[in-house]
């Protein structure tokens, strides 16, 4: 393990940018995971970062410890910083001292969607972006993409909300959604509160595509027209609508229950 | 309308202490609600507030204007601030400059729990709250009772995010939640992802209690014990678990859906 003190250090401060920068995540196409939980989904799922950072009192944190060891038998390079250099580049409080620095995955873009997928037009807010994949992971959803203006699903307060589940997915940002509906071979479903059809009415058996937008504004118009649906959650009360996870959470585990009701119903069948 | 301009002014004083404190906002029994949509809601559902707070640039916005005028027909009391002075008792950034200052309802506890309900077992995050808040009132939920560690229901934070919610739903606060188990006479669920029962297969036609706990570690032993069902939402995948207000969201919509599926029966026998 290599230690670093001084804040004049080239590495801590190129830390320090990818800690602070949205902008230098996307040019470095590299960004810190921070905190015991991420890093060890990521050493689960993806396997060994490009580097480890500790902060003194956590290199010798009981939990710490096995994850550092894996990391060092594997030849990554392992960093220790004092706690006031660890706490310039952790936006994480009173949590324990580990961040991974790991390249955002490239995924390539299928030619036609035949998945189940999320769309997300211009959605703004990074605890809302985490919860959605976070729902989407634990609903078996295998795409999302992401619209130009929606928030960078690879910054810290994003992979924080999603509690791993950017490990488990493959996200695609800056991508023209109404090029990926129109090679789309899956129904594409848009929520809108002003729909006339119930999302309980679709047949959601069959992978399909969810697209939602702006915590505002919604879907913009000529995306809501090329969807093939556009659903809305039946709503009782005077309420006009939802949190935009919260929707995203109820159309996704209502495929689930769809899904999962279907087969229930093709073994009743191969049974009886 | 009054306007204010010292910083020493003892309204503007109490005005920054309630914008700051959330034992200040607990001791006082009042709160301030921030931004057009709240103020708006307020004023639908609840009537007049006891006062209303506005910038100078805003006491002339096309939004505001008819507020403002609906509240001093009826004698609120009305202050101005210069951007400066209301910017330091404002907490919404980019905003238009509307605030009111409300007393938090006084709801009676009943003495049997017989509607719907949500209980919130030490919930941390001021939005989850506020989502599921929001979730709870579009589901056409009467009861929230939080206990003595969840996050202040009346703070800016979880007003902002239940975005109205507040003015539809009974909210308890501080509330022993094992004695409103133990005096409910609805069914009472717990959700946890230990649970082997699914949601998707508890009967929801009738009134029930959803139990909810803090987002770590969810509800406290002592209280799953006390409740009538522990259910699970299904995940497909390697994800653990949900955020907290998307389970929510899931099981409040998972009841909507079958209480209408239930009088879309009934309906059709009816009519047939």
Redesign the interface.
Known sequence: MKPISSRDNPLFKELKLLATSSQARRKAGRTLLDGVHLCEAYLQ?LGLPPMCIVSESASVHPEVVPLLMQCEAGRVQCIVLPEALYQAVSQVEHGIGLMFVIDTPAIEVPATLTGSAVLLDNLQDP?NL??IL??A????IEYVFCSPGTAFAWSPKVLR?G???HF?LKIIENTDLAAVIRNASVTVLATSSYAQERV?DVDLTQPVAWLFGHEGQGVADELLELATHRVA???????????V??????CF??Q??QR??GSAKSQRHLLG
């Open positions: 799922h605890g985490g919860s976070r729902s992971a634990a609903a078996g909300a509690m791993g589940a488990l309980y959650i039946p709503h009782l009360g005077a309420m006009e609508s939802l949190n996870a919260a929707c995203a959470a109820v585990f209502e689930v229950r999962e009701a």
